[in-house]
C-alpha cells in the first residue's frame, strides 16, 4: 500500500472514530437528559384542578365546583358561586348579630389537603358563632394576586374586617412574573405609585403547564448550554420578564399593599389585620421558614403606622417540636399537600386568631364564646 493510501485510510478512520464519537456524546448527553428529566420532572399543581386561567390575575378559583374527595376520602374542596372556599353563598349585607372576617391569603388560607370543614376559616367560624368567614384563599398566590384579586371581588360582600394571612414564600412570590412555571401579573413601583405589569397575563403557560414547568429541563441537553453560551446569557421563557431583582423595591410595593388594603376598610369602616402564619422550611423542614428580610420590615413599618399584625409564629414555636410537626401534612400522607397545615395547624390557626381579634376588639366579646378566649 502507498504512502498515499495508507494517509486515506488514516484520514477515513479518523473521521469514522469522530463521527462514532459525536453519536456516542450525543446519545449519552440525551440519556442523561431523560433520566435527570425523570427524577425532576414537575406534574402539575394540585390547584390546577380547581381553578381556570384569569387574564388579570394568571389563575382564580372555578366557581360552583364540588371536588368530594380531592384531598383523599371524604375530604372535599367546595368553592361557592362567588369564588370562595364555602359551602354556602354570602349575601351583600352582614346579618344582624354576626360579624363577618374574610380570610385573604394563599394555599394555607385556602386549606389545601384538608377537607372543606377543617380550612382555619370553617375553624374560625366554629370557635365563633357569631362570625361568618368567607375563604377568599387560593393556592401559589402571592400578596399582589390576593391584593388584586381582594380589590377586584371582595367588595361584593360587606364586611368589618379583612384578615390577610401570609407566609414567607407569598413575598418573594411578588418579585417575579411566574409562579412555578405559571404566569402571573407583577406590581412595580413606579414614582410612588403601584402600576401592573405583565398584564394580560400570558395565557400560553396556563394552557401547557406541563410543558412550561418542565422548560429548565431543557438546560440539561448540550445544544441548549452551546445556545446559551453562544448568546452569553440563560435563555429565559418569554413570559418570564420585569422581574424586581432589589429587596428595597419588593419591600415597598408590599408596603403599598398593605396601606392600600387598610385605607380601603377603613373607608367602610372596617379594619385589616396582617397574620404571619409560620410554615416549614424548603431548606430544612425541620424548621420554621423565616421572613425575607424585607418582608419583615414591610410588616414592621405598617405596624408602626397603625396596621393590626399578629404573628403566630411564637404559637408555633411553644409547642414541641414532634408537636408542631403533626401541625403540618407529612409528604408521606400526601405528597402534593405536604408540608401545609394538618386539620391540626388548621384548628390552632383559628383558635389564635379569634383570640386576637377579640383582644383587638374586632368582634364582640360574645361572639366567640370561651373557645375564642
Given amino acids: 500500500m502507498s504512502a498515499s493510501s495508507r494517509r486515506q485510510s488514516l484520514l477515513v478512520g479518523l473521521v469514522i472514530s469522530a463521527v462514532a464519537l459525536l453519536v456516542l456524546e450525543g446519545g449519552a448527553s440525551v440519556l442523561v437528559f431523560a433520566l435527570k428529566a425523570r427524577m425532576e420532572i414537575q406534574h402539575e399543581l394540585i390547584e390546577r384542578a380547581h381553578s381556570s386561567y384569569d387574564p388579570e390575575l394568571g389563575w382564580v378559583n372555578n366557581r360552583s365546583l364540588r371536588m368530594p374527595d380531592l384531598y383523599g376520602p371524604g375530604r372535599a374542596l367546595t368553592i361557592n358561586a362567588q369564588g370562595f372556599r364555602n359551602e354556602r353563598e354570602f349575601p351583600r349585607e352582614v346579618p344582624a348579630g354576626k360579624a363577618r372576617v374574610v380570610a385573604l391569603g394563599d394555599s394555607f388560607t385556602l386549606g389545601v389537603g384538608v377537607g372543606d370543614a377543617d380550612s382555619w376559616p370553617a375553624n374560625l367560624e366554629r370557635d365563633c358563632p357569631g362570625v361568618e368567614s368567607p375563604n377568599m384563599g387560593q393556592g401559589g398566590y402571592g400578596i399582589d394576586q390576593s391584593y388584586l384579586w381582594y380589590m377586584r371581588d371582595g367588595d361584593a360582600i360587606d364586611h368589618q374586617v379583612l384578615v390577610f394571612a401570609v407566609i414567607a414564600d407569598d413575598f418573594e412570590r411578588i418579585r417575579s412574573t411566574d409562579f ?6 407583577i406590581l412595580r413601583l413606579v414614582s410612588g405609585e403601584i402600576v401592573k405589569g405583565n398584564v394580560p397575563v400570558p395565557r400560553v403557560s396556563y394552557e401547557i403547564p406541563h410543558l412550561v414547568r418542565n422548560l429548565h429541563l431543557l438546560s440539561g441537553l448540550r445544544t441548549v448550554e452551546l445556545l446559551q453560551l453562544l448568546a452569553g446569557r440563560e435563555v429565559r421563557p418569554v413570559w418570564k420578564r420585569n422581574e424586581i431583582e432589589g429587596e428595597e423595591e419588593a419591600g415597598q ?15 367602610h369602616g372596617g379594619a385589616l389585620v396582617l397574620v404571619v402564619l409560620p410554615n416549614l422550611s424548603s431548606a430544612d423542614p425541620t424548621q420554621l421558614a423565616p421572613l425575607p428580610g424585607f418582608a419583615r420590615a414591610a410588616l414592621e413599618h405598617s405596624a408602626a403606622r397603625g396596621i393590626a399584625l399578629v404573628d403566630l409564629t411564637p404559637d408555633f414555636l411553644r409547642i414541641s417540636e414532634p408537636e408542631r410537626h ?6 408521606s400522607e400526601s405528597a402534593e399537600a405536604a408540608g401545609h397545615f394538618s386539620a391540626a395547624g388548621n384548628a390552632l390557626v383559628a383558635h389564635a386568631v379569634a383570640k386576637r381579634l377579640g383582644e383587638l376588639g374586632l368582634v364582640p366579646p360574645d361572639a366567640c364564646g370561651e373557645s375564642g378566649q
Avoid: D, H, N, T
Avoid at 180 to 185: A, E, F, I, T, W
Avoid at 253 to 267: H, K, N, W
Fill in 253 to 267: 410595593v408590599a408596603e403599598q399593599i398593605f396601606s392600600r388594603l387598610a385605607r380601603a376598610r377603613r373607608e
Fill in 326 to 331: 403533626a401541625l403540618f401534612i407529612a409528604r
Fill in 180 to 185: 412555578s412555571g405559571y404566569g402571573k401579573p
